[in-house]
C-alpha cells in the first residue's frame, strides 16, 4: 500500500478504497456521501487502516474494518448464512444460528476470546465448539486465525449397557408371561450376548 485509503462516492454511496498489491477494494455499507457523520467515520476507517498498515497489523481481508450494523458485524454472518443456504447441512446451519443469538463483533483476538467464552457458558462442550469454529474459519477469510483454537475435550464416560445374568432371566420372564411373541426373538438375542460375553 502506497498511499492512505481514499473516500468514493459511489453513485451517492460512500465507499473507502484501498489499494491492495495493485488491485482496488471496498468497504461498503458506510452510508450516503452527503452524509458527514458517514463521511467522519469513513475518514475514521481510513486512518485505522493506514495505521495498521504503518503498525503491521494490517487486516488484509478488511473484515476487521467493515462497519457494524445495529451493533452487529455483517461480513462474517453473512458469510456464514451463505455457507449455511449452500450446504443445507445441519451443523452449517447451527453455525450460522448461534453466530446470529451472539449478535456481537468479532473483529480481534479479544472479541474471539469472548465468543469463545460465551459458548462454553450456552452449555456447549469443546467438541461442538470446535465444529463451530470450523464453520467460522471457513468464512472469516484473512481473520481465519481468530478461529483457530486448540480445543482439548474429553471423551463422555459411557456406562456398561451389558446386562448380568440375573436382569438377563428377569427380562425373559417378564416377556415370556407379557410379551409372548417377542419372548423368542429376546432369547436368541440376549443368549447370544450372553454367550459371547462368556
Known amino acids: 500500500m502506497l498511499k492512505p485509503p481514499s473516500l468514493r462516492n459511489n453513485n451517492g454511496s460512500l465507499q473507502v478504497r484501498v489499494r491492495i498489491d495493485g488491485k482496488d477494494a471496498f468497504i461498503n455499507r458506510l452510508g450516503r ?25 494490517f487486516d488484509r481481508s478488511l ?4 462497519p457494524l450494523i445495529n451493533g452487529k458485524e455483517v461480513g462474517l454472518l453473512e458469510a456464514v448464512k ?3 443456504e449452500e450446504k443445507r447441512q445441519a451443523a452449517a446451519i447451527h453455525a450460522y444460528r448461534v453466530l446470529k443469538r451472539y449478535g456481537k463483533p468479532i473483529r480481534n483476538r479479544s472479541d474471539a476470546e469472548a465468543f469463545l467464552a460465551w459458548l462454553r457458558e450456552e452449555g456447549l462442550s469443546d467438541c461442538t465448539i470446535a ?3 470450523t464453520h467460522y474459519r471457513q468464512c472469516s477469510g484473512g481473520n481465519r486465525h481468530l478461529f483457530s483454537h486448540k480445543l482439548k475435550w474429553q471423551r463422555r464416560s459411557v ?5 448380568s445374568v440375573e436382569e438377563i432371566q428377569v427380562v425373559l420372564s417378564d416377556l415370556e408371561t407379557n410379551e409372548p411373541w417377542y419372548y423368542p426373538l429376546f432369547l436368541l438375542w440376549l443368549s447370544t450376548g450372553d ?4
Do not use: H
Request: some cysteine.
Open 131 to 133: 465444529g463451530l469454529m
Open 33 to 57: 456521501w452527503s452524509d458527514p457523520v458517514a463521511v467522519a467515520r469513513a475518514q475514521a476507517i481510513s486512518a485505522q487502516i493506514w495505521s495498521d498498515y504503518q503498525q503491521g497489523t
Open 195 to 198: 454367550c459371547q460375553e462368556r
Open 82 to 84: 451463505a455457507r449455511a
Open 159 to 163: 456406562q456398561s449397557d451389558v446386562l
Open 63 to 66: 473484515m476487521a474494518y467493515q
